[in-house]
């Protein structure tokens, strides 16, 4: 059993940034495959980024594509997506999430523990 707890989200203008944080409980945080999604009111909760468990290997939406980077610390159960060039169309509440595979996921039903989401909303 994995718990995740997200923070680091709030108000933020349009073209600033955030860093988002996710620590996990366990002592094999290492050989989860770990995900970011958000979900926006009205909307479907969608892929964000994902990473592996050595940070070997990322994975990313079209839409943060060279504007958001995931990146984790094994050390210290934690792992971080940082957001730079922020736009409205980024405001939602962003979940952290963990998969019990080394194989990379960006579907919802991948994953297998979720946290319980942080806010994060960009004004124009």
């Known amino acids: 059993q994995v718990q995740l707890v997200e923070s680091g989200g709030g108000l933020v203008q349009a073209g600033g940034s955030l860093r988002l944080s996710c620590a996990a409980s366990?002592?094999?945080?290492?050989?989860?495959?770990m995900g970011w999604f958000r979900q926006a009111p009205g909307k479907e909760r969608e892929f964000v980024a994902a990473?592996?468990?050595?940070?070997?290997?990322?994975n990313y939406a079209d839409s943060v594509k060279g504007r958001f980077t995931i990146s984790r610390e094994n050390a210290k159960n934690t792992v971080y997506l940082q957001m730079n060039s922020l736009k409205p169309e980024d405001t939602a509440v962003y979940y952290c999430?963990?998969?019990?595979?080394?194989?990379?996921?960006?579907?919802?039903?991948?994953?297998?523990?979720w946290g319980q989401g942080t806010q994060v909303t960009v004004s124009s």
């Open positions: 999430a963990a998969r019990r595979t080394v194989m990379p996921g960006t579907r919802v039903r991948d994953y297998n523990y």
């Open positions: 366990g002592r094999t945080f290492s050989t989860y495959f």
């Open positions: 990473i592996s468990g050595s940070g070997g290997y990322t």
